[in-house]
């Protein structure tokens, strides 16, 4: 019999421990899927974050390293300078990727480290309960913001596509979303090209995900994903900020 | 020879005290002695006053640093100013004269002076008045032979700069026979 | 025999290094280390190694993390505010059990301090520097050939021990130049890097560096695997130097550029016929307890000289576990004690003593 749908050989045969209706499982799996199609697991080091993703070197299969609270893209430039034929992959939330590790990340841009950063934005901090993220949206409520996101005393939401567009090393910036088959389908080719872009030594790649946290939005998963589509995707449209090899926004 | 002597360099940033410095230790290196070469430092790069301190031994050394100096190289008013007074007595100094338009008042030390500045461009040997003044401060006190010094002087240059051997060599040469 | 050079302390470290097969080099600007970036800098191209001047001290001692998590043999500078900066990095590097190199040439402070010659960093070497349950294997060289062997065995010992290894220099050791050599270069047998993160080539399970432990009884037991191998660090590594000790009646305690002040004063101290004495720490972590507790047998005083406020002092006191009175006289903030500053301390106590 034809096997139509199997777990792939990335992601190890364990439970996650993400909340219901959290879309990390299924940026997981899309992250997997490349490694597979790509037959690279057995040279991919993944450097995972501090955040909900903090275990998921308990999840990939390759090799992995547990980076301090926003350091992995630094950490991941160490392993690809040691090691430059291997993969590495950082895998980052809002809080550890626009935050506290903000330096990092631009430098890797700036460096054009041939790295891919997986950059998984659900807008507010998930482990610690739900603060505010540098990418909360204004108005946004969350336990650090319980008035709502005022722009004037706590800031604006960081664009991080657009931002890491402008730097000489990026090689490719794209911003996608998991709301919809479709768009899941989108997700994977940006991811895989992300990945084929360091395969091809052509600098740092970056894919941000719209991802949903119905635990702290206090949603319904269902209600989250479509939150993800309205609220979110307005202020973080959707869309290739750049492509050293092909079209741009489109 | 004491069994110790200590060396204080210094001028204006820019001048060559650090490399003059160089030179006495490779100098001393090359006697089988024991050295150590110590420089100031800060932001200072250039036209501040720099200094370094020197010290050859037979005997392991201790400090590195030099706070009474058995001979001292002043290249501008501000060094001498600084490490006159803390020349050993029967402690040599070498002052550019040049730059120096003072005279010491200390009866304890020998002072010589000469124009290493002026001299280093009369000659053609702009840079130069770190070499006249070490050549003046060997023939006064002879802490090494002008071999060593020049074997010294061949080991503290980097291969780049190896065509300005014979430069420094006259120049030390012209300190050391100035006044002849 | 090998010609000997002059070297700065700064670039004699940095050549230890890469004969010690480092290739990988991470930092950022501070002085008075500088020099030894820019000898890596020079260099490390030419070897096709990596010298990477990082954004941050921060994200430099992150890429330690990951060059060492890879198998590398790799090494990161700087200076005490630096140091401070790598500190996040240096807890998870132990935690994570990586092994790395790390130099601190100190320099005064607290805050931005200074940039002269200090070494008011010994609590921060010796304690921490970062959070959690830790030590650094912490090596104090008092030379420019001393920071060359020491080096060859920094490389060898974290990765023996699989931790981190700080070589605490001072801006005075790191400036000066000294003769060096660099034959004899020690070898010790060295375990596999098995457990490194380099790809598993579908030939094994996958490696995970990590330090995380969610569960208590787990982070206990991990902190106690680490913990064993401090104690075997602590019988086999902990090294000084006693120089005239034997027969000390006052026998002074130093590391590093004080302990060079003391030989001195030490000489002068006998020249006037005070039985005087130096013990030398050359690991400072693990202190050399045991060595200091045997000359409490014949000493009647402990005078612990420093660069500092007073630190390394306590782990006397606690060494002679205060079987003998300890004196401490130290000089601050870039401020070199002279060693007739030290003699007349010398002179004071021997005065009392008698």
Redesign the interface.
């Known amino acids: 019999m034809a096997v139509v749908f199997e777990r792939p050989h990335a992601l190890?045969d364990v439970d996650t421990h993400y909340c219901p209706g959290c879309t990390h499982g299924v940026i997981h799996r899309l992250v997997a899927e490349v490694i597979d199609e790509l037959e690279c697991?057995?040279?991919?080091?993944a450097?995972v974050p501090v955040g909900c993703a903090?275990?998921a070197?308990?999840y990939?299969?390759?090799?992995?390293?547990?980076?301090?609270h926003g350091?992995a893209p630094?950490?991941?430039?160490?392993?690809?300078?040691?090691?430059p034929d291997?993969v590495v992959f950082t895998y980052q939330g809002d809080g550890d990727l626009a935050a506290i590790g903000t330096?990092?990340t631009?430098?890797v841009g700036t460096r054009g480290e041939n790295i891919t950063v997986i950059f998984v934005n659900n807008a507010i901090y998930g482990m610690t309960g739900g603060q505010m993220a540098p990418t909360t949206l204004p108005g946004q409520v969350t336990q650090t913001s319980p008035y709502g996101r005022d722009v004037k005393t706590q800031g604006n939401p960081i664009r991080i596509c657009e931002m890491m567009a402008t730097l000489s090393g990026t090689a490719y910036a794209a911003r996608v979303s998991v709301d919809s088959p479709k768009a899941i389908g989108e997700a994977k080719r940006a991811i895989k090209k992300a990945f084929q872009y360091q395969l091809e030594g052509r600098g740092l790649s970056i894919v941000e995900v719209l991802s949903s946290c119905p635990t702290n939005w206090g949603m319904s998963p269902t209600e989250a994903l479509e939150w993800v589509r309205t609220e979110m995707q307005g202020y973080y449209p959707l869309g290739v900020y750049k492509d050293v090899g092909g079209e741009e926004n489109v | 020879m004491s069994k110790t002597q200590s060396f204080i360099l210094s001028g204006f940033g820019g001048q060559g005290l650090l490399f003059a410095g160089k030179v006495i230790a490779y100098a001393g290196l090359h006697d089988g002695r024991e050295v150590s070469w110590l420089p100031s430092y800060g932001p200072e790069m250039r036209g501040g006053t720099a200094n370094c301190t020197v010290v050859l031994s037979d005997e392991p050394i201790g400090s590195p640093m030099v706070g009474r100096p058995d001979l001292l190289m002043a290249l501008n008013l501000p060094s001498f100013d600084r490490f006159e007074r803390l020349v050993v007595p029967g402690g040599v100094a070498v002052v550019d004269s040049s730059l120096v338009e003072r005279r010491s008042e200390r009866t304890d030390i020998a002072v010589y002076y000469i124009p290493a500045t002026k001299l280093a461009n009369e000659r053609g040997l702009h840079g130069g008045a770190n070499m006249i003044a070490l050549g003046k401060l060997l023939r006064e006190t002879g802490f090494v032979s002008m071999e060593t010094l020049l074997e010294g002087l061949k080991k503290s240059m980097p291969a780049r700069k190896e065509h300005l051997y014979p430069y420094n060599v006259q120049a030390i040469e012209l300190g050391y026979h100035y006044g002849e | 025999m090998s010609e000997k050079l002059l070297m700065k302390g700064n670039e004699a470290v940095a050549e230890a290094a890469i004969r010690a097969g480092c290739r990988?080099f991470?930092g950022y600007p501070i002085t008075p280390q500088t020099e030894l970036s820019a000898y890596m800098a020079k260099r490390m191209p030419k070897i096709g190694g990596?010298f990477?001047q990082?954004?941050?001290e921060?994200?430099?001692i992150?890429?330690?993390?990951?060059?060492?998590?890879?198998?590398?043999r790799?090494m990161t500078s700087s200076s005490s505010p630096g140091i401070s900066l790598k500190s996040?990095?240096l807890s998870?590097i132990v935690g994570?059990e990586v092994p790395c190199v790390v130099m601190n040439v100190q320099r005064g402070g607290p805050g931005l301090g200074g940039i002269q010659p200090a070494q008011s960093d010994y609590f921060q070497a010796t304690r921490g520097p970062g959070h959690g349950d830790m030590h650094l294997i912490v090596l104090a060289p008092a030379s420019v050939q001393e920071m060359v062997d020491l080096c060859y065995d920094a490389f060898d010992l974290a990765d023996l021990y699989r931790n981190p290894v700080m070589i605490l220099a001072d801006g005075m050791l790191g400036q000066m130049m000294e003769p060096v050599e660099f034959e004899n270069q020690p070898h010790r047998e060295l375990p596999e890097k098995s457990w490194a993160?380099?790809?598993?080539?579908?030939?094994r399970p996958?490696?995970?560096?990590?330090?995380?432990y969610l569960k208590a009884p787990e982070l206990e037991a991990h902190v106690r695997d680490i913990f064993k191998k401090y104690e075997t660090i602590r019988e086999k590594e902990s090294r000084c130097e006693a120089y005239l000790a034997d027969d000390a009646e006052i026998l002074l305690v130093a590391y590093g550029a004080a302990a060079r002040l003391c030989k001195n004063a030490v000489k002068m101290a006998r020249e006037r016929g005070v039985r005087a004495g130096l013990l030398r720490p050359i690991t400072l972590w693990p202190f050399p307890e045991r060595q200091l507790f045997s000359h409490t047998e014949h000493t009647k005083a402990f005078l612990t000289v420093e660069m500092s406020m007073g630190q390394m002092v306590e782990d006397v006191k606690l060494a002679s576990q205060f079987r003998v009175p300890t004196y401490f006289y130290g000089r601050t903030g870039g401020v070199i004690p002279t060693p007739e500053e030290i003699l007349e301390q010398i002179l004071k106590i021997a005065g009392g003593a008698r």
């Open positions: 190890l697991e057995g040279r991919t080091v450097v903090v275990m070197y308990d990939f299969a390759c090799d992995a390293i547990e980076a301090p350091r630094a950490v991941a430039t160490g392993v690809k300078r040691a090691l291997r330096a990092e631009v430098h | 990988h991470f990596t990477l990082a954004e941050s921060v994200a430099a992150n890429m330690v993390l990951g060059a060492g998590a890879a198998g590398a790799v996040e990095g998870y994570s993160t380099n790809g598993h080539q579908n030939r996958h490696n995970v560096i990590n330090s995380l």
